[in-house]
C-alpha cells in the first residue's frame, strides 16, 4: 500500500491491521475455502503487507475503518485480492455449485456411491447418465440456492450459531420430506406430476456429510436417478 500522505507511525500500523482485515472480508466474500480445514479461509502462508507513504500532503493520525482513508484502503484492497485471486486462479464469486462442493471435498464420485441401485454400481453408461442428470439438476439456479442454503446451514451449526431449543420436534425423515415437497413444488413448474420416489440410499457412506447437506444432495440424487429410464 502507497500512501501520498504524511502518516504517522501508528496511522502505518493501523493500515496493517485495515488491510488484514479487508483481506479477510475479501476472502469471505469469495467464499473461498481453507484445503486443511475446509472452513472459511482467512489468509494463506505466503500473506505480506507492505505499507509504505509519501510523508508529503495531508497529514493523517489514524487509518482504521472508521476513518475516511481507512474506509479507502479497505475498498480498495477488497477489490485487489479479488482481481489477484481471479489472475492466478480464474476463481470467482459466482462459480459453480459443483466447484463450491468439491471445494467441501464432495466430489461427485462421493456423492453417486451414496446410491445403493446395481444397475448404477454395475453398469458405465447408467453411472455416467446419473452423473449427467445429477450436473444438469445443480446446474438450475434454484436448485443450486437450495444446496447453498444448506451448506451455509451446515456452516452456521458447526460455529454454534444454531437458537437454543429444548428439542428436536421435526425428525430427519419429516425434515427431509419438507425439502422433498419443496423441490417438488419447483419441479411440478417445468414437468406435470414430477414426483421424486422413495430410493433407498447407501447411509452408510454419509458421515462426511453434514446433516442438512446430506439431506439436500439425498433428495437431488432420488430426483436424478428417478429420470433414468
Known amino acids: 500500500l502507497l500512501v501520498d500522505a504524511d502518516m504517522t507511525d501508528g496511522a502505518m500500523v493501523e493500515a496493517h491491521k485495515t488491510i488484514t482485515e ?21 489468509g494463506t502462508l505466503t500473506d505480506t503487507v507492505v505499507v509504505a507513504c509519501t510523508k508529503k500532503g495531508e497529514h493523517v493520525t489514524f487509518s482504521g475503518t472508521f476513518t475516511l482513508i481507512g474506509e479507502a484502503i479497505a475498498q480498495i484492497v477488497r477489490q485487489c485480492i479479488k482481481e489477484a485471486i481471479y489472475k492466478q486462479e480464474n476463481f470467482t464469486a459466482d462459480r459453480s455449485i459443483m466447484e ?19 444397475k448404477v454400481k454395475s453398469e458405465a453408461v447408467a453411472k455416467e447418465k446419473l452423473r449427467s442428470e445429477v450436473e444438469r439438476i445443480l446446474e438450475d439456479g434454484k436448485i443450486a440456492a437450495m444446496v447453498l442454503m444448506a451448506l451455509r446451514l451446515d456452516d452456521d451449526f458447526e460455529k454454534g450459531l444454531f437458537p437454543k431449543t429444548p428439542q428436536n420436534v421435526v ?24 414426483k421424486i420416489p422413495k430410493i433407498r440410499l447407501n ?20 430426483n436424478a436417478l428417478s429420470r433414468l429410464d
Not at 457412506?205 to 432420488?222: G, R
Request: proline content about 0%; charged content about 30%.
Open 100 to 118: 463450491r462442493l468439491n471445494e467441501r471435498g464432495l466430489q461427485m464420485e462421493s456423492l453417486i456411491s451414496l446410491i445403493e441401485n446395481a
Open 171 to 194: 425428525d430427519q425423515a419429516e425434515f427431509e420430506e419438507m425439502v422433498v415437497a419443496s423441490i417438488r413444488e419447483y419441479q411440478s413448474t417445468k414437468r406435470k406430476n414430477a
Open 22 to 42: 479487508a483481506k479477510t472480508v475479501a476472502l469471505r466474500e469469495l467464499d473461498l475455502r481453507s484445503q486443511f480445514s475446509g472452513d472459511l479461509a482467512t
Open 203 to 222: 447411509l452408510r457412506n454419509e458421515e462426511y456429510l453434514s446433516a442438512f447437506t446430506a439431506c439436500v444432495l439425498k433428495v437431488v440424487l432420488k
